[in-house]
C-alpha cells in the first residue's frame, strides 16, 4: 500500500525559509523519481521539482535558485528546501512519483505572507 506523508508546512514571511520532508512507503522509493507538487486555491496541481534515482534535479521556472530538492534513500524521504518565499508560493504542497501514482497524501500548507 502507497502511503505519502507530507510535513514542514507553516506560516512564513515573505523572504523566509521552510524545509518540507515527505516520508513514504509502499514504493521501490531508490529507483523512482519523486516530486513536490503544489496546489495553489482555483488552480490546477503542478510540479514544483523532481529528483531521479541519480539525483539529477530539476525545477520549475518560478523557483529555480531559491528551491532544492534532495532525498535519502536510507530513509526513503524526499525534502524540499525552500528559500526566499514569496506569497505566490502559498499552495498546499504534496510529494508523489514524477510522474505521479493516483495515490496522494495529504499535503502540507505553505502559507506565505507579504
Known amino acids: 500500500q502507497v502511503r505519502l506523508v507530507e510535513s514542514g508546512g507553516g506560516l512564513v514571511q515573505a523572504g523566509g525559509s521552510l524545509r518540507l520532508s515527505c516520508a513514504t512507503s509502499?514504493?521501490?522509493?531508490?529507483?523512482?523519481?519523486m516530486g513536490w507538487y503544489r496546489q495553489a486555491p482555483g488552480k490546477q496541481r503542478e510540479l514544483v521539482a523532481h529528483?531521479?534515482?541519480?539525483?539529477?534535479?530539476n525545477y520549475r521556472d518560478s523557483v529555480k535558485g531559491r528551491f532544492t530538492i534532495s532525498r535519502d534513500n536510507a530513509k526513503k524521504t524526499v525534502y524540499l528546501q525552500m528559500n526566499s518565499l514569496k506569497p505566490e508560493d502559498t499552495a498546499v504542497y504534496y510529494c508523489?512519483?514524477?510522474?505521479?501514482?493516483?495515490?496522494w497524501g495529504q499535503g502540507t500548507q505553505v502559507t506565505v505572507s507579504s
Open positions: 509502499g514504493i521501490i522509493f531508490n529507483i523512482l523519481t
Open positions: 508523489n512519483v514524477a510522474p505521479s501514482l493516483p495515490q
Open positions: 529528483i531521479t534515482s541519480l539525483d539529477i534535479t
